[in-house]
């Protein structure tokens, strides 16, 4: 597929268990970002990943929540003993290269619920 | 503190009729502008962009104008079609920052045939 994939696309945890969501950018494209959409509100930036470099994790909520980006592709987002209020739709994006505001191709989301 | 906003969060326009959804923004370091349309379970998807150069961009149908001064752009979408019923996020960067897009809250468009 020539798009981000993000897998599952539907997760429903307890609260209190972990939870890995996945994300599979486009091929060849070195800046991924991780965003998060409560109802009703906009897209709430996580964390950022550029090539080999730190990631930005300003916007992670918790140390509950971390994410790691191997080999420079795949992403994994991890929650641990998550909370209801973690319920939301986690949104995946990848650009080709940052510093000229290059356009973000979204994947479809995996929508958390957290009981 | 919302550094991006859409206050309108649903707008409801006759197919055909002008549609026109409206974005704010606090930071004068953003320099670049992006809408993105979002259909019900799938992700955003670009529609148009303005860099801070400009005070208009047109594409087809859409067009997005930027007030600097007063800190403000809009999207104009003519005519407008059942099609283009979805959510509609405006997000605001600096080249000049740390590379992340500040985005709104979304406006719902419907567009009633």
């Known amino acids: ?115 | 503190d919302q550094q991006v906003k859409q206050n309108s969060p649903s707008l409801s326009v006759q197919e055909g009729r002008i549609s026109i959804l409206n974005c704010d923004y606090t930071n004068s370091m953003f320099d670049y502008f992006l809408w993105y349309k979002k259909y019900p379970a799938e992700g955003p998807t670009f529609l148009i962009s303005i860099s801070s150069i400009k005070d208009k961009n047109e594409d087809g149908r859409f067009t997005v104008f930027l007030n600097k001064s007063a800190k403000h752009l809009s999207l104009h979408i003519v005519p407008s079609q059942p099609g283009d019923s979805a959510v509609y996020f405006c997000a605001a960067y600096s080249t000049s920052g740390t590379y992340k897009y500040i985005f709104g809250t979304g406006t719902r468009l419907k567009v009633l045939a």
Request: some cysteine; aromatic content about 8%; charged content about 20%.
């Open chain 1, 1 to 115: 597929g020539a798009g981000v994939s993000q897998s599952p696309s539907n997760k429903v945890t307890e609260k209190g268990k972990d939870v890995e969501l996945r994300c599979d950018p486009i091929s060849g494209h070195t800046a991924l970002y991780w965003y998060r959409q409560s109802l009703g509100q906009g897209l709430e930036f996580l964390i950022y990943f550029q090539g080999n470099s730190a990631p930005d994790k300003s916007g992670l909520p918790s140390d509950r929540f971390s994410a790691e980006r191997t080999g420079g592709s795949v992403s994994t987002l991890t929650i641990q003993r998550t909370q209801q209020e973690d319920s939301a739709v986690y949104l995946c994006a990848s650009s080709p290269q940052t510093g000229t505001a290059d356009t973000q191709y979204f994947g479809p989301g995996t929508r958390l619920t957290v009981l």
